[in-house]
């Protein structure tokens, strides 16, 4: 399986068999499947959710929005229980409009997931970390 590195963008071959194992990316060495969310931006976002493996779940949200900050911790603990199975992404759409446009992200925030680039399912609005791991498990299964 392909795996871009979330932190130089390059493209890494994993076995299925080793995603629990931490994986560390062969150019920069830093580990490609963190148990946190990774930002991604208008720059980034093609390359990585089109040529990962893995199903890639992005949080659209932005620093202003309330209910966006409340599910922060909520996803990044859904993040960690998803860990090797799935990455879960935050796009802040003030700061990438390209990609919140592409997506037609009316309401925050809003959880997409995604296969090779394309959408498999989204919903709106904040969620704690179970229902996150249920929808996410519920999608790519």
């Not at 390059?10 to 068999?17: I, K, L």
């Not at 980034?44 to 309330?66: H, R, Y």
Request: charged content about 25%; overall charge negative; proline content about 7%.
């Amino acid at each position: 399986m392909e795996i871009v590195c979330p932190h130089c963008h390059a493209t890494n071959r994993v076995a299925d068999d080793r995603l629990a194992d931490a994986p560390v990316c062969g150019v920069c060495k830093q580990e490609i499947l963190p148990a946190t969310p990774i930002e991604l931006t208008d720059e980034n976002f093609a390359n990585f959710v089109e040529k990962t493996g893995l199903p890639v779940v992005i949080d659209f949200w932005a620093s202003w929005c309330g209910p966006c900050r409340m599910m922060a911790p909520m996803y990044a603990e859904a993040a960690k229980q998803l860990q090797g199975r799935a990455i879960l992404a935050k796009v802040d759409t003030d700061a990438n409009p390209q990609v919140a446009n592409r997506f037609g992200i009316r309401s925050i925030p809003t959880l997409v997931v995604l296969e090779k680039g394309r959408e498999l399912s989204r919903e709106a609005g904040a969620r704690p970390a179970t229902e996150i791991v249920r929808w996410v498990e519920d999608q790519t299964t």
